[in-house]
């Protein structure tokens, strides 16, 4: 039998006293002259105490038949479940992750009547020992049968399953990463980005949770996200999951007000839960990050086919995706070129440029050890099906007739039928690669045929960053200011394509240019260090 929760929220003597006199509960008889038993007691019972929920729950006692309890106010709904059942929120303000209450709790309990004597032998007892693992250690939990929630300290000390993170770190900001599913940074470049993003935030001090809406149920991951999953938490990500709530949409109604920032990627994966954030956490700050501007692609894909529907669907989403970036507190694109853009659809907005961030590699094999043309993709997104096929129908067989020895290495995952199962002479289809490494090491070029796309590209850039010079269309180079000194060629016709492709890969002189001018350019502006000055900045300016 439970305490009500009037009681309960009037302090912890006047919980005792109730177990004291009702003879059914299932309370300690008398817990002040158990050390252990006190410190069980208030373990279980979370110290309810008045100085946080009794104002907005006492009333006055009515003079006829007692009435049906109050709903209570705003603050108690943030600090228990309906059925009284305390949140994360308050054991924050009792205890330290190593478990040891916090002072307003040790006076608390001076104050009600628990002498210090009692403390100093609790706190040497085993009871007061394991608190540490109860309270400072996240752990996957058995999903709550009263709603949603981040699990409470008794199911974090024998989960169900194996422990799925990093210990709390209390009096530390938190972020809310919200994508549309786990990180794979060896198959798509956005994976890489969305890594790097979860490694600022924890350079930057905060605790990060993050929640992949399209992977929520975790009976239902492939085993790709299932690995991506895991991954994640090695980085030190706190993973939101069904084991949490039955939704994203849930997770956010019960534990927004715990969270200092949202960091929502993408119009329709992290963008679709701005409404909800601002209902319930008006005073958190969100970052929309655009990771590209998807009515952009939107758009020039239609355009491309001449599909009127496409191009409709496009201007639905550049109406969604330039709601968030005005009404979020700052956006960030990840080209000088969207930056222009956004300047001027949305004057108002605080949009940043955030340019992409990579590992700079290097290269150990120079120029005469090279011998293959690659191209890099992840094949889920239909760009780069696309410029693949452009590719080798229009602008290879031009290469290939002036350099009948070169190889085209075609590399990603995900590969479709209509690329794999192709027999282009000198074609090399090699899939996926989890270590561009090793695969750059061998190419003397690579290529970005891409015919139409939105934002900075990754694979350009993972190639420059790798020395190997890449030749562009003016799409796959837009926005990044690479420019001649920027170790790449740009072109859009196909017989200029394959010419550019033909003379870099001839001329030594040429290509070590191009290759030194790459390696700089990602030094100055892609580094994991640029990268964190500028979202320093970013967030000092919230």
Avoid at 413 to 426: E, F, K, N, V
Wanted: contains cysteine; glycine residues 6%; hydrophobic residues 45%.
């Amino acid at each position: 039998m439970r305490a009500p929760l009037l009681v309960r929220a009037s302090g912890l003597a006047a919980v005792l006293r109730w177990y004291r006199d009702n003879p059914l509960a299932d309370g300690p008889a008398d817990p002040f002259e158990d050390s252990e038993a006190l410190a069980r007691f208030a373990t279980e019972q979370q110290a309810l105490f008045d100085s946080i929920v009794a104002e907005p729950l006492r009333r006055p006692e009515p003079a006829q038949a007692p009435e049906a309890p109050p709903r209570p106010g705003p603050l108690p709904r943030m600090l228990f479940e309906k059925d009284g059942t305390p949140r994360l929120a308050l054991r924050r303000l009792l205890f330290h992750t190593s478990g040891k209450p916090r002072r307003l709790l040790r006076l608390w309990f001076m104050r009600h009547g628990a002498p210090p004597r009692l403390l100093q032998p609790w706190m040497r007892s085993e009871a007061y020992r394991a608190l540490p693992k109860a309270f400072g250690v996240h752990a996957a939990a058995r999903p709550r049968a009263d709603g949603p929630g981040i699990p409470d300290a008794a199911s974090a000390v024998l989960p169900e399953r194996p422990l799925a993170g990093i210990p709390i770190v209390e009096d530390r900001p938190r972020v809310l990463i919200i994508d549309g599913t786990y990180p794979t940074p060896d198959r798509d470049s956005g994976s890489i980005d969305a890594v790097h993003f979860v490694r600022i935030f924890r350079e930057l001090g905060y605790s990060v949770y993050f929640c992949a809406t399209g992977s929520f149920s975790s009976g239902a991951l492939d085993a790709v996200q299932s690995d991506a999953k895991v991954r994640l938490q090695h980085l030190g990500a706190i993973v939101v999951d069904d084991v949490y709530a039955r939704s994203p949409d849930d997770f956010i109604r019960a534990n927004s007000f715990l969270f200092d920032l949202f960091f929502l990627s993408r119009v329709y994966a992290g963008g679709h839960f701005y409404e909800t954030i601002r209902a319930h956490a008006p005073e958190a700050r969100i970052l929309f990050n655009t990771v590209d501007l998807h009515f952009r692609r939107e758009d020039r894909e239609g355009r491309l086919e001449d599909n009127p529907a496409k191009i409709d669907a496009a201007r639905a989403t550049r109406e969604r995706e330039l709601h968030l970036v005005r009404q979020a507190d700052a956006a960030l694109v990840v080209s000088q070129d969207e930056l222009t853009l956004l300047r001027r659809e949305a004057p108002e907005a605080r949009v940043h440029a955030f340019p992409l961030i990579r590992a700079i590699a290097g290269r150990d094999t120079d120029f005469a050890a090279r011998r293959h043309i690659g191209f890099v993709g992840g094949y889920k997104h239909q760009p780069n099906i696309d410029a693949a096929l452009h590719f080798l129908e229009a602008i290879w067989p031009r290469i290939r007739g002036e350099l009948p020895e070169a190889q085209f290495h075609l590399m990603g995952a995900d590969m479709p039928d209509c690329l794999s199962a192709r027999t282009d002479p000198g074609l090399v289809i090699v899939g996926h690669v989890p270590d561009l490494r090793a695969a750059f090491e061998d190419m003397r070029l690579t290529v970005a045929p891409l015919r139409y796309g939105a934002g900075a590209k990754g694979k350009v850039l993972s190639s420059l960053t790798h020395g190997v010079p890449c030749i562009c269309t003016s799409i796959a180079a837009e926005g990044m200011q690479l420019g001649s000194d920027g170790g790449i060629l740009v072109a859009d016709a196909p017989e200029d394509f394959a010419a550019l492709v033909v003379r870099a890969y001839r001329d030594e002189p040429l290509w070590q240019q191009l290759s030194a001018d790459g390696l700089r350019r990602a030094e100055e502006h892609h580094s994991f260090a640029a990268g964190l000055a500028r979202m320093t900045a970013i967030i000092k300016n919230l």
